[in-house]
Each structure stands twice: as C-alpha cells, then as structure tokens.
DNA sequence: AATTATTTTTAAGCTTACTTAAAAATTTAT
DNA sequence: ATAAATTTTTAAGTAAGCTTAAAAATAATT
C-alpha cells in the first residue's frame, strides 16, 4: 500500500468522521491537495481492491478492510505524536508534520514497540484516542484535568492541552512531560492551586496550570 | 529529493567507501536491486542535477553536493539507529530495517532533536560514525572494550558488538543499554572478570561479555 | 591480438500518481 | 420546473521509476 493510498483512506476516515456527505471526491481532493479529477481516478482504483465502495457522484465509504487500513494509520500517527511529545522539546506542530511522514513508514512491530514503551496509552497528548492494533478504539476517556485530580494518589500526564510556547518550556524545565508520572501531595481547595510532587522535586501550580495538564489515574 | 534518489545516492557512497571501482551502474543496481537499465538511466538524471559526475562506462563519483547528501542519509541513518536501539528491544536487522525506512522522512530538524537526546553521539550501537550535522565525520574512535576501562571511572554504554540473542536479553534485563551511564568499580586482572555498578546493581562480567561492550569515558 | 564473455547503454514500454480541459451529472437558486 | 452554478467524471497527457530486449562498448581469456 502505497502513501498516496494511505493517505487517500486517511482522509476519507477523517472528513467522515464529521461528516458522512463530506467524503465526496472533491472533497477528498481538497484535503489532500489534489485535483477531483486525481481523487475520482484513486477511488474507482481502491474501490477494485475493496478498500472503499464506490458508486458515482456518491461519498466515498471505507470497507471493513479500508476502515481497519485507517485506523493502523490513525494509530501509528498518534503513536509517534506521542512518542515525539515524550521525547523532545518540539511544537505540537512539528511534531505532527514529523508523524504525517513517519506513520507511512513504521512497521506493525515497531508501532507495537513504541506503544509498550509509552504504556500502551490509550489517548495522545491531543486527547485524541490511539487505536489498539485490532482497531478498537476507546471512546471512554478516564483522564481528568490536574485540578480534579485526588490528594495521595499517583498520576501519569496523559494531555498538556496548549499550544503556548512558554507553558511548554515551563513543562519541560520540569518534567511535566506526556507519560511522565506525578504524584498529587495536596490540593489547595479555596486557593485553587495543586501540590505535586515528580521527580523527588515539589511544585506548586496554579489553576491556570492544573486545568489543561490532564492525567490518568496510575494503576 | 525522492527516496530513490536518495537511496541512490547512498549506494554510491557506500560502495565507493570499500573500492572506488564499486560505482558503475551495475554494482549500483545489485546494491538496490534494480536493473542496471534503470541504474543508467538514474545516473544520468543526476548528473544533469550536479549530484553526481558520470562519464558513460565510467564508475558512478558524487560530487561535493551528492556526497554532503548521502552524509545528511548516513547520519540520519545511524541516528535513527542509535534511538531505536536505546529505547526498544528490537534486534540489530530489525532497527537496521527501520531506520532504513525512517531515514528517508525525516527533517533537519528531527535529526537534530534525536541527535541532543542521544547526547549528540560519534558512532552509533555497529560502531559506526555518525556524521554531524555539516557532514563532518569523526573517524578517531575513543571508545574502548569494557574490559580495557579503568576502575573507579564512569562510562557510557557507545556499542554491543554481538547478533546474540541472549546476550541482547542479558543486557536489557541489566540496563545495559546504548547510551546508558555505568561506574567500573573493580577490574579482577587475573580472572578477567569486571565489577560494575548501574542503576544502583552491581554486576560483575566476564571477558565474553566485557570484550563485546564498548563504552566511552563520561566527562 | 583476436575472440569470447560481460557489462553498459539505448530503446521501447509499463505503472503509479498526478495534471488540465472538456463533457456529463448533480445541486442550487429563482 | 427550469436555468445557472457547481461538482464529478472522462479523456488525454506528463514525470518518475522502474522493466525487458537488443545494440554497443569494455574487459577477460586464450
């Protein structure tokens, strides 16, 4: 499978999820920066592989087979997103124009390898859910900002939902990185701030702070 | 720059590496398992880009542009290389296999980054210099077999030469890891044995083991 | 040095993934 | 419901990166 091909079922995964009439050719053309023409012509060509059906001047829709093709892609997206995040100081941005060309590359072994390493997560550091290799997908998302989160427990950093270049560096200069673990020692109800320790260092953090850090309860 | 191309250029300079005579367009097209039509044919298109200089019947030579390419595909190679082999259990041809993939869609950038979290390493787990980013190579290798390392003086983990299973299996059950930090605490001469601690164990080795292991003195 | 064997090059052709332009169908607006 | 606008499809064509087969040049052998 081709990445042209991937990532023609990509899109057509990714405008239906919005919406089911927003699969047309041209619409899938858009997306992909390509002419109609070129989409028309992809389509009837994968709908002869069964990867989507096509009928004409109908939405394109994914088969069985072309909708599990776009969730192992969806999925080593997400994982590499993930990976990137945990490993390096780069923008949210960079990182997914990193992962748009890696997730064409990366073997079904090593996708297995990289989510291990992250925990096997069950959501990126966008919030958006990571399939697991059979294509399951968990809508149930148990993460919960930092300020909900209870006194004495442990915690694992599952989203730091921000795009701002300073909360990140203040992130980083203090290990507050996606899968980094934390423990929560004291919540200040009436001042709104959060009491964490991490790395054998205490912090304190405002609301501010502790309402876009998500974590997950670590079991 | 496509893949193939890039892939091409590789080739040349790999083959060239070993025997300048290695660079016709048949040596090139076994090398990536093409025809040698095709190889001609490649050739020609290059050298019409300045990346090579041909002369019909003559070996295949980069000039100043193709070889600063293939050293920016060798670095992002071995850098590849060095993190996968850090961060997973995976064998040397697996990792091998995947960077040989990654290399290809990764930016300046991406290089850079994965470069610092190595600690910007000179060769990489196969003892391979790993260009830096001018494409500068360092060919004075100060690594040394663990069993040649001085007592009471720290380390990094720079290589693992074996294909050994178990000897893998070992060293990931021990933390003996690329770019892992370790203290030589005692050399036994006689027995040929190894004292040293990671992570807080101590663990001593034998020659087999002390001989495969390359390490870096950590300043 | 001449013949044979090998390698390289040229030539013609194929597939993939596009393009633009025109024809056909659908959708929107009145 | 019909005309106008938009979208989709078809048709023809292109570039990249290959292939095989034959011609041309080089290298090896005697």
Chains 1, 2 share one sequence.
Request: glycine share 4%; aromatic share 8%; with cysteine.
């Amino acid at each position: 499978m081709s990445v042209a091909i991937e990532n023609f079922v990509k899109a057509i995964y990714k405008n239906g999820k919005s919406n089911t009439n927003n699969t047309k050719p041209g619409n899938i053309a858009k997306a992909l920066n390509i002419s109609s023409a070129a989409a028309t012509d992809m389509a009837q060509k994968l709908a002869a592989k069964d990867i989507i059906v096509y009928q004409k001047y109908q939405p394109l829709k994914l088969t069985e087979k072309g909708n599990k093709m776009a969730l192992t892609i969806v999925r080593k997206h997400r994982l590499w997103e993930s990976l990137l995040f945990k490993l390096f100081d780069l923008s949210l941005h960079d990182i997914h124009r990193e992962a748009e060309l890696l997730e064409h590359q990366t073997s079904d072994l090593l996708a297995e390898k990289i989510s291990e390493y992250l925990g096997n997560p069950k959501f990126d550091p966008h919030g958006d859910p990571i399939p697991n290799a059979n294509g399951d997908i968990t809508t149930v998302d148990t993460s919960m900002p930092l300020s909900k989160a209870s006194e004495g427990k442990s915690y694992i950093i599952s989203r730091l939902l921000s795009t701002d270049k300073e909360f990140f560096d203040f992130c980083s200069a203090n290990a507050l990185k996606y899968g980094n673990t934390i423990q929560v020692s004291k919540q200040f109800t009436s001042s709104k701030m959060t009491q964490i320790s991490i790395n054998n260092n205490t912090i304190v953090l405002n609301s501010d702070f502790t309402n876009i850090i998500y974590v997950n309860e670590n079991n």
